[in-house]
């Protein structure tokens, strides 16, 4: 993330532990093909088979898919020329209309 331009101001002095990301590993590679496409068919009982699986707790996998829902939006945002964080607006990632088909 500190490589995207303007992100390593905004976040600072952020760590990641290599723990964590161990287990954001863990989780993801216990979920199957399909939840990986689609987490939002995760239910209760999947997210309990993830995290026995995963060797961590249910709310680790909520944590995990949480995350993943706050990245795709805010690569959404950048993709539409918003930024989300102060400072991170990459320019020519605004979003293209595609162009009209012309009627014959």
Do not use: C, Y
């Not at 993801?28 to 987490?39: F, N, V």
């Not at 699986?53 to 020329?81: A, H, I, W, Y």
């Amino acid at each position: 993330i500190s490589m995207l331009p303007g992100a390593g101001a905004a976040l600072g002095d952020v760590q990641v532990d290599e723990k964590d990301l161990g287990r954001v590993e863990a989780i993801i590679r216990s979920m199957t093909p399909s939840e990986r496409t689609d987490p939002k068919t995760i239910s209760g009982s999947r997210k309990r088979r993830i995290a026995t699986g995963s060797g961590t707790r249910p709310q680790d996998v909520n944590k995990v898919l949480k995350q993943f829902s706050e990245t795709q939006r805010m690569m959404r945002s950048l993709s539409e020329g918003k930024s989300p964080i102060p400072g991170l607006s990459i320019p020519g990632m605004r979003a293209t209309k595609p162009k009209k088909k012309k009627k014959r």
